[in-house]
């Protein structure tokens, strides 16, 4: 059975620093999405990666993916409360009929403040 | 339309009534998918639509529920004698293919299901 784990699930950061955010899964997967929740909102996609070694960058953000490792990242780069929001992984079923049939990570809480 | 269309945005309901949740997703999508979303579980698959066809129904988590879908357009999900375990968020999703070019899935704003 896949996992898809986060860490940490919540994040208390100050406006200009910088963190990471880990997602680790469980089985083989070539593909790996993000995703932003602002409460009370629906899912906001943010990265597609699709490859080992696939890094992606948007903004104060930044995602990358070592499949060998089952690993992802979500970088930020100097925090701005903006940013504040829940942050999901998600990584497709293998073997599934459909690459939208994901599982989820728990969800990181971020708040930013000044 | 611009995005995926769930209604209702809240439905309030009894425990043992039936409730159907509407979903209308992005003009031109095959893929539709329906989550659902609440504290205890996070985010869990329910199904899968090609079409109008649900080539995985594995997420469904009794046969209380079900879904369909018609026109390779609209989807209704129906909870059937409605349980409070069944208070969550369901989300529909939708995506230009199901294969392996699919990018990402395009989530609506979901309906916040109560059951008292």
């Known amino acids: 059975e896949l996992k898809v784990e986060q860490n940490p699930l919540f994040l208390s950061m100050q406006e200009g620093k910088n963190y990471t955010i880990y997602c680790n899964y469980s089985?083989?997967?070539?593909?790996l999405y993000w995703y932003r929740q602002d409460p009370g909102k629906s899912l906001e996609s943010l990265f597609v990666l699709l490859s080992n070694g696939a890094v992606k960058q948007e903004g104060r953000l930044m995602a990358s993916l070592d499949t060998k490792a089952r690993l992802s990242t979500l970088h930020i780069t100097a925090a701005v409360h903006d940013l504040s929001a829940t942050y999901f992984c998600a990584v497709p079923n293998a073997g599934g009929t459909s690459y939208g049939k994901l599982t989820f990570g728990q969800g990181t809480i971020l708040t930013v403040h000044p | 339309g611009a995005g995926v269309s769930q209604s209702p945005s809240n439905k309030v309901t009894e425990k043992g009534k039936d409730v159907e949740l509407r979903c209308d997703p992005i003009s031109g999508h095959t893929a539709l998918y329906w989550y659902r979303q609440s504290l205890g579980q996070g985010l869990e698959f329910l199904i899968y639509?090609?079409?109008?066809?649900?080539?995985?129904k594995s997420g469904l988590p009794s046969d209380r529920f079900s879904a369909e879908r018609t026109g390779g357009s609209v989807s209704t999900l129906t909870i059937q004698r409605t349980q409070q375990e069944d208070s969550a968020v369901y989300l529909c999703a939708s995506s230009p293919a199901a294969g392996r070019f699919n990018e990402k899935l395009f989530f609506g704003s979901g309906t916040q299901l109560s059951v008292l």
């Open positions: 089985t083989t997967s070539d593909r």
């Open positions: 639509f090609q079409g109008n066809s649900a080539p995985d």
